[in-house]
């Protein structure tokens, strides 16, 4: 059974720093892409972060261009989401997903993610 498994997650001041991470169980299947979405209070999921596997290539949301940094270690089966200068808009339950279809794309909606985390909350204090 694939599980993900997020951490890191916490309160932190405006302009702080967090890293989340997210290790898959080694029953995982071959994944094509793994992504990072958030959920704030009242809204939609919305994509933050994905990283295509094999080369490591990475594509972030406008939103967080600049201040957040996705990576893998393909031997430990982790992907991390390093955020930096937070703001208190970025306040959310953070996901990590898992994209085992093939695809030659970048991949923003929640439904092209075929496995999830349970999440972790990130929250912003001003």
């Known amino acids: 059974q694939v599980q993900l498994v997020e951490s890191g997650g916490g309160l932190v001041q405006v302009g702080g720093s967090l890293r989340l991470s997210c290790s898959a169980s080694e029953g995982t299947p071959s994944r094509s892409r793994m992504g990072w979405f958030r959920q704030a209070p009242g809204k939609e999921r919305e994509f933050v972060a994905t990283?295509?596997?094999?080369?490591?290539?990475?594509y972030y949301a406008d939103s967080v261009e600049g201040r957040f940094t996705i990576s893998r270690d393909d031997a430990k089966n982790t992907v991390y989401l390093q955020m930096n200068s937070l703001k208190p808009e970025d306040t959310a339950v953070y996901y990590c997903?898992?994209?085992?279809?093939?695809?030659?794309?970048?991949?923003?909606?929640?439904?092209?993610?075929?496995?999830w985390g349970q999440g972790t909350q990130v929250t912003v204090s001003s």
């Open positions: 990283i295509r596997w094999t080369s490591g290539g990475t």
């Open positions: 997903a898992v994209r085992t279809r093939p695809g030659i794309t970048w991949y923003r909606s929640s439904s092209e993610y075929d496995y």
